[in-house]
Structure formats: C-alpha cells, structure tokens
C-alpha cells in the first residue's frame, strides 16, 4: 500500500513541502528536470517556486522540478501521448457539436435552433458528468414530465445523441478537458491491457508528486492509480489534519493509500490557534473600509495578506479604497471577472439588442439612443473634424422631441445632412455592418472593424497597464480576440446556422456569460484572490469578505436535467459542500490571524436578505465547544438621522426676483398653481428655471395636445357663429379631420402597433360620443355660439404687496368660449381634459366662496395655512383652475354680455370626451337662482383678495414649503434634487 | 499614495503583441526542440527530406493542437511552417548540427525552468534546449529570424545568463551555446569554459564543439 504524505496546514503546507522536497533533491542536479510536480491550480505553482527559489537562496543558480497544474498536466500528456491530438476548443463549440448532432439524428427545424442552443449547454453538463465518472451515457427510459418534449426525447435516447455529439467533435477535430482526461485515461487502460512498453513521454518521468488533491473524481483516480503503478517514485501529498476530514479519507481509499503525517522536523511554523475576528457588517462598503483597516503596513511578501473576494463587484470599490489609504502597496489580483461589467462590453451588448430590435429598416429609438449616447461613442473624435458630443446632443434632442418609438438611420440622415460625415460612418460601423449578416465570420469582421475603430482609445493606456480599467479592458480584448472571435472566424458551421438571430444570440451569450481570468504574476505584495486560488496556500492574515450564505459555499447552478433524483438514478456522486467546507476549514487552519466578514440584512427594501454562512455558524460553534471566547465586531453606520426640512429658506434676493417677475410678467394659472401644490416645485421651476429632462418615445400628453388641436380644428369655422351640432355634424368629415391630424402627430411611428390601434380607436370612439352627447342635449339647446377659441384672456387688478399697492396681470388661455341659450342664457368657460378623472367639486367650491367672504385672510403665510387653502381647492387643484379662469372671463365679461341681459350664467367647466356618461362637469350647480348672485359677488369683489394673499405667500413665507403630498412627488421631475434639499442641504 | 497592480499582460492581436510571427516562432520552437529529443534515439530521421518533414509533421500536429487559434490561421501557419523547416533540411550545415549534437547526446532536456541569483536579482530563466553529453553541455536557442541590433544585444545578453547559469550548476563541465537562426539559417555558437575564466566567447561554427 503507497503512502498519503499529510502536512497540517498550520504547518505552512508548501513551505513544509519545500523542506521535504529539498531534503530528497538537489536543485543543482539536472535529475531534477525528470521529477513532476503536479498541483490543483496555477497560483499554488506560483507560490511553490517562490518558495523554492526562497529556499534554495544558497544556491546561485539552479534547475526547478517539472511543475504543472492539473490541467496544464492532462494536456501535456494528452498532446504528448497521441499522434494526432486535437486543439481544445470553448464551451461554445462544444454547443454547435450538440446542436450538429441532434440535427443529423432529428433534423432541427431553423425556429428551433435557439431553444436547442440553450438546452445544449444542460445536455451537455450530463454529457461530461458520465465522462467523470468515467461512462457511457445511459438511457433515461422515464425522464421527468415538466421536461420540454425534445428534451425528453434526447433523454429517453441519451447513449445514441452522445455517441453522435462524439461523433461530431471527432469530424472536427475538436476536444476540451475532460475529453483529454477521457482519452489519457482510455490510453494508459490499453497500454496496460495489452503490456506494450511506455512511451517516451512517461519514461521521462522518473517520479511524482501529486500535491493537495482531495475529492477526486471516479476517472481522475483511474488515472492517478495508473500512473501510480507506472511511475515508481509516486508521491502523494495531502493537506489534513486530525481526525482526518471525509474528503481525504475517501480520497485515500480510491487510491489505496494508507496516511501518514510528515515529520515535524519538515515543518517550517506551527499556527496552534489561528486568532480569528468576526465582522458582522450592514453593508459591503463598511465590510471593505474595515478590510482596509486591516492593513498597516507595506506588504512585502505576498504570504502575508489575503484578501478573498468572494463577489467579483467588491474589487472595484476594495481598490479605490486601497488606493487612499497612506500606503504604497503591490497588489496581485487572481480571480474570474465578468465581462458584462465592462463599459465596452454594454456597447457591444447594446448594439446587438439594437438589431434585435429592428424591424423591416426602423430602429428602436430607445436602442438607438443607446448606442449614440455610449461614451465611447461620443470619443471617437479622432475621426471627425465635427465635436461629436455636440452631435450627439443634437441628434438625441431631436429623437426626444420627436417621440417616435422606431426610427430609421436614412431619416436620422436626412434630419441632419450636414453631419452626414459623422453618421454614415456610426451607423454603418455600429448597424448597418450587422444588419444582413448570415454567417459567423460576417459578426467577426463586424467585431473586429469595431475594435479596430476605438482602438485609439486604448492604445496608449492600455501599454502601461497601470490602472484596473486598463488592466480588465486588456484581459477583455484578450477574452474577445481568443474566445469570441476565434470561435466565429471558424467559419465550418456556416452552412448549418445561416440565421442572424440566432448567430447574435450566440454573439450575445458570449457577452453576457464569458468571464475573465485575471492572473497576478510576478508574485508581488497583496493578494486579492477568488476563494478557489487560494487552495494550498498559507498566508499571515487572510481577510475574507462576504462569508454569507449564498456566497460562501457558492449556489450551484441548477440543471434540470442533473437534479439529485436523476443524479441517483443515473448513479452520478452527489456533493454536498464537503469539499468547500474542506477547503475554508483549511484556509483558516493555515494563517495566523483570519478575519472573517459577513453581511446580516434582516428585512429591506433595497437590499437582499443576508445571513452568515454556514461556514461562520460551524466555526462559531466549534470555537464554543473549546470554550475559545469569539471575537466579533459589528460593523455600524454613523447613523445621522436627516431632519426633513419644511422648506427651501428664501432669502431676500429671491423675494425680490419674484417681486419684479410680478410686476413685470404677467401671472398664469400654472405659476399659482405650481405654488399652490408644491413650494419647492415652484422653487426649482420659476426660481432656479430647471428644464424637466426631455423624455423618450411617446409622451402622454400628445393625446390630450391631439384633442385640443382636434376640437380646435372641427371648430374653428364656427367661431363666432350660431350652430347646432345635429346640423353640422358629418361622420365622414370627422373622420377624415381626425385621421390627418392623428397621421400629422405621428402616432404609428410612437407607439406599438398594439397600443396604437386602441389609442385610436379609444381616441375616436371619445369624439363620437362627446358629439352624441351634444347631440342629446341640443333638444334642451336653442341656440350655440362659439364666442372664443383657444383664447387668451388678461387682467390686471390691484394687489397689496408688504402695504404698496401694485398692479399684477393675470393671464389664462381658454379652451372654448360657448354661449348656449337654454332656458337662460349660459356663457361657459370649457377646458378639455382627456384624463376622465378631471372633475370640478362644486360643493366645495361653494363651500370656498363662503370661507373668503366671511373670514378675512389674515398675513399668516404658514405652511399649515396653505396647505389648508389647498384642501379647499378641490383634489388635484381642479377647482383652482376653474376658478381662475371665471375670475378672468368676470373681469372681462363686458366684452361678451350684452349690458341689458336681466339674467344670465356664467360657469367653468371640463369636457372629457372619454367620460362618455358624463362629458361636460361644471364647478357650480347652485340649486337656487340666487346662488348666482352671490358667484358673481365673490368674482366680482373677493377672489382678488385670494390672489393677493396667495402672492403675498409666495413672496413673504420663509421659505418654499415641501409639499405634504408624497402621492405628488412619485411622478416630480425634481424628486432628486428635492430629496437632497429635504433631508441634507 | 497609491497602489501597483502586479498581473500578467497578456498580449494583443490588435497592438500587433500577438502576430503570426510570434504564433509561428512558438510553433517552431515546438517543432525543433521535439524534433531533436526524437532524433537523438532516431538519427535516421535526417537521412532524407521525408523522413525528417514526416517527424516534424507530427511535431507540427501536436504543436497546433496546444493553441486554441481558429483552423483557417492554423493551415496557414503548417505551411509556413513545413515551409521553413523544408528550407532547413535543406540546409546542409543544420543537418551535420543536429547529427553532431545528437550522436553524442546523452539526454536532453527542453524548455529548461531554471533561476539565476546575480547580486540581489533573481533571474528565472528558460532555455529552450539543455544537451548533455558525455563532456560538456550545449545550449540550444531558437531563433525565428535574424534579429536586429537592439534585439541582438537582448538575445547576447539572454545567452550570457544561460551560459552563466549552467557555470553556476556545472563548475566544471565544458558549456557551449548554440543560437539556432531559422530565417535566413545561420548558427552562433558561444563557450565558456572553465579554461575562460567566466567570460563568453565567441567561437566558429562547430570548432571544438563537442
């Protein structure tokens, strides 16, 4: 029985391993070239040979021991013991291999393509979990019933797709690591069988070292066990402790070792108890300003801090706070990056999304958007002799304005012949390259012509490799020149998949899942590594972040094809975590300090819901039971609870803006009522003159602009006529106004063709029974007039500001102006509105009339007071508006009413065509004739004294007062700016 | 004060770090260091063209089958390069080289890792290929083309340090350094000796080689 060499990793593993290593072999002697050492991973490599080097200081010059990781190992051999070996290819060819397989046994129809591209990549995890255990997928004869139906197909005939799918990637030459350890394996069985003579390639090892590996699977032991009885000096070395973890013992039955832990004269240190530090954290920012804490001192040596960054997002902000702290630091970073974090990778992602988009030549003006107003878009002014962002201003403005929902680059071009240089270049290099492709290698050259247009970004950066940006950028144009293009310059799978979605969609797979692999080397300093590179490895202190439960053992991707029940049934090893937990309990054994971070968030809107990891509950309850006293932080927010102010302070400077604006300017409705609803709206409006941002695509008062615009055109031939709607009425003329004007807003080019078609069909039906309604009630009609249209109405009355008198316009611009003579003669102000739910409250409005004459308005400019003013107003100040335009039509009255007319009514209104019950609603209803006399009384004589206190409010109150109503704000344009001045300004 | 980000530049296509040539150097370098550790059982293989084409062509499979660059690339880069090593053979001194070198071999070792401490550097170094015979040791370096002043004095400099390193190891073993130029072929040879007093010489094409 061989032995399993075990080293305690309060040891140090490899130093210990050193110590062993050079206590058998010398570096000076060129034997040592025939001796293999073979590691997990890459970074435990790195680290073996600095501690080689370290040690045998003595040594001027020397050789190194053959050091491969596992991987670079399966491949030596595989390239080494095979005649004709094939490349290894990505994921993705692996895909079109499946896909070429099932199409050769089911043939897949073009639609289909997309959904078989997806589940490949689960059959395919099947596929390589048989080859692991060293099989031939078996036929699953009841797969489960929630499986889609070709999935059940290829299931229930599993053995025949896999032999196929070999088939295929044998045609072409294709292999990837299993399928190399596979093949290694098959070799060394048949060498063995048939007692032929070893190759060259193995005589040549003349011993080996298998390092730290644990958890094996059935083919790896195959292949370990052969090589034991081919290679006579066979080491195998384990990291373990007492009692012995499961993960070993089991690794040690597969391979009939029998354990034996090193001599401690080997050992370099003995860790008896590693100090360990929980942080229990709010937040991942406070979990890195105390990681950050955490380092004193320049780090010399990289064994002496670890950072282990569990979330690839926490490198960004770890560095940026590294980099303000008072030291100099070295930093190596080892982990997977995503690439879809990159600010390129969203160009690349955002111009395939655009030609999804498509259809027939009309883009997406909110994908358009998107790709002009890329930064690195608005950088390519190397080009041109135009300064771009000005034209991306331009161009954006104007696709705003238009609110088109498509649009096509031909019209872009003609809108704006004078930048023609600069957009046929863009759209062709960012759309039109990509919009007849066919084949794979068409999206390469896209790719590539793209790369090559930005390249002058990046060519100097990207030389020094100084910061992170130019550090990921460089590894992502690497990633994209090896994985991405690589794969679709390979152009043998075009006649099978001549389908632009799907080949974007496979453009966009890459995009969206390829990570990067981020390796620090020379081996300097601190190191940022991703949980798994720190296999093997011993430092001072490691510091890990985000220990939580779902973090720390990661979740692992779930294939419904691979659930635990078909696991067992097809016999696959199901693991749970034993071997992440192995790897933890190892890491905190092997440094002298271990700070431990995790994040608790109970309840929260904003964030998830964290708990530690279960790693933490084990180590806190294995601490208790040695009755260790645990150390733990809680890492806490300065909490500065931010009064909400009452209001924006106004300062004499602002009242004395406004006390000119007011007697310079004439006072619309919306001014007053823009104060009346919000104090600090009023502020950022008419004060600090802030623009609502322009909006996108269709806005939602282009409908109510279309039916001002609709009725305003259906009526101005009358204007100043007597008419009758029965008379006048014609359907086909209706329409056929209607159909221009919708056609001139362009409303099939705002909206989807869905929403169109019930905009318009709601939009008509409105007008038909708005009519149908005037119709009806013209039996009660004697006579209509249209006496103003769209009109602007002024007046100017006297308003006591700080005890001077002034003069103040007021103005307003009505909608229709209508006398109708009914049993009295009626002159009614109407304002459309096509939000149905616009209704004056008329008791109210009585109710208000009765409040000003009989209280007298004291100077109390509270926000208390106005807010009590606005509950008189009505909901969304619908009586307001109404009120002031009576007020205004009062003072101007004369111009329309005969003076000899005994009786008459006056009344403000709202037409809502889509109320079809109910289009017109009047503010006042008096039941008694009388009632009239005492609205006129009050229009006469008292709303003037409302105004005047409302403008002294707005001048003389301290301060520009929040508004009460949150409801108000969800929808403000000024909620941000508002909820700093709220809470901090 | 701020940080230094250590990672390993991995080289682009774009900024011309990454070009056919450097693909087809390595590729050669795969081919050549192979073709002479299976020479030194076969020397037959230098008997005629065919021979030594079909040896390299095996080499050439296996070399391509490490890189993961698409097929059409890779058909380019074999003919080039059984173009190259077709000029080679050709070439009647490399064949009397590689047949001196092998009769006498006694093991070789390629793509050497290797350390060199010189005052408080530490030098990794990795050369291609270490021949051991019964009296000395060579040094075997590859070269893809003929290069430039500036890149002499690197490769000088490079030669210099393996030369050094095996001093250092084999204090007293006969060490030669052949520079292997494949475009135009020429060879280089340099010995340092313990009759040299530790400095490299430059010697004539095989005079006292072995």
Known sequence: ?????????????????????????????????????????????????????????????????????????????????????????????????????VNELETIRKEEFEKYFEWGFKF??????????????????????????????????????????????????????????????????????????????????????????????????????????????????????????EVLKNTFKALNLKPRFISSEHKEINIIHPKISFYKAGDVHLEISEVVKLIEKPVKRPDEICIVVNDPDLVVPLLFQLENINLSLEINISLFYPIDRLLINKLFLSIIQAQKGKKENLYLVSDYIRVLTHPYVKKIKYLFSFHIPKIVKEVEEYLQRKGYLMISLEEIEREFPYYEGFLKVFHDTFFRNLENITTFFEVSQVIKNLIILLKPLWEENLSTQISWENIVLRNYLETLETKVLTFFEEIRFGSLFQDKNLILKVLEYFLKT??????????????????????????????????????????????????????????????????????????????????????????????????????????????????????????????????????????????????????????????????????????????????????????????????????????????????????????QKLKEIFENLWKKYEFEKKMDPLSHLFSKKVAMESIVKYFEYLKDIETKVQQNILIGLEKEFLFRDNVKLNDEKFQITFNGRFDFLIKRKEHHIKYLILDFKSNPAYTPYSKKAMEFIEFINSNNLIEDFSLKTLNEMVDKLGKDLCNFQLMFYYYLFYKNKEKFIEPDLDFYIINAGFITPSDIKKPEKFLFNPSKPRDWAKIYNFFENKFIIFLEWLINHILFSDKFYFTENTELCKYCCYYIPCKNMMHIL | MGIILNQAKTPLTIFNEKTEHVFLGEILHFVLENLLISGKNNLRIFDSEEKFLSEALKFLKKALACRAEPLSLKDKIKEKALDILKNLYKNQSFVNFARDLLKDAEVIYKEVESFLKEKDDFNFLRPDLIVKTKNAFVLVEFKLHQPGLQEKETIDQQIKQYLKLLQQIKKDANIKAVLVCLEPFFLEEKEYNVRSAGHPTQLSLFENLM
């Open chain 1, 1 to 101: 029985m061989s032995e399993a060499l075990v080293i305690p990793p309060n040891f140090h593993f490899l130093k210990t391993l050193c110590n062993f290593f050079l206590d058998l072999h010398s570096l000076t002697d060129e034997k040592i070239l025939n001796v293999y050492l073979i590691f997990p991973n890459k970074r435990s490599c790195l680290f073996f040979k600095y501690y080689l080097q370290e040690k045998a200081d003595f040594f001027s010059a020397g050789f190194f021991p053959r050091i491969f990781s596992w991987e670079e190992f399966i491949d030596y051999l595989y390239i080494n013991l095979f005649e004709d070996p094939f490349p290894k290819v990505s994921e993705i060819y692996k895909i079109f291999c499946f896909l070429e397989a």
């Open chain 1, 124 to 245: 395919i995890e099947v596929f390589e979990e048989f080859e692991k255990e060293g099989r031939i997928p078996q036929n699953l004869l009841y797969p489960p019933e929630e499986l889609p139906f070709f999935a059940k197909k290829i299931f229930e005939d599993l053995k025949r797709f896999y032999l196929k799918y070999q088939q295929v990637l044998k045609k072409h030459g294709f292999s990837y690591s299993t399928y190399r350890l596979k093949e290694v394996v098959q070799f060394l069985k048949e060498l063995r069988q048939k007692s032929q003579s070893l190759p060259e390639i193995l005589k040549e090892i003349e011993e080996i070292w298998f390092i730290g590996f644990a958890a094996l699977r059935r083919i790896e032991e195959e292949l370990l066990n052969f090589i034991k009885d081919l290679v006579p000096n066979t080491y195998f070395i384990f990291e373990g402790w007492e009692p012995l973890p």
């Open chain 1, 514 to 731: 390829e990570k990067i692999s981020l390796f620090g080397d020379p081996l300097k300093g601190l190191q940022i590594l991703g949980f798994l590179e720190t296999r093997l490895l011993s430092f001072e202190k490691i510091v890990v972040l985000d220990v939580n439960e779902g973090v720390l053992p990661p979740p692992q991707e779930f294939n419904p094809l691979l659930t635990e029940e078909i696991k067992r049934w097809f016999g696959i090893p199901i693991y749970r975590n034993e071997l992440w937990f192995y790897y933890f309990e190892r890491l905190i054994k092997s440094s002298k300090e271990a700070h431990l971070l995790y994040l608790v968030v109970e309840k929260s809107k904003t964030q998830e819901f964290r708990e530690p990891s279960r790693f933490i509950l084990k180590l806190k309850w294995d601490l208790e039971r040695e009755n260790s006293p645990i150390q733990e932080k809680i890492l806490q927010r300065k909490m500065v609870v931010f009064s909400k102010k009452e209001g924006i302070p106004k300062d004499e400077k602002v009242k004395q803006y406004l006390l000119k604006y007011l007697k310079t300017e004439s006072v619309s409705r919306y001014f007053l009522e823009t104060y009346l609803k919000c104090g600090a709206m009023f502020y950022f409006r008419y004060i600090l003159k802030l623009k609502e941002l322009p909006k996108e695509g269709f806005k939602i008062e282009e409908i109510g602009n279309f039916l001002h615009e609709f009725f305003e055109k259906f009526y101005e031939k009358l204007l100043g006529k007597e008419y009758k709607i029965s008379d006048i009425y014609e359907e």
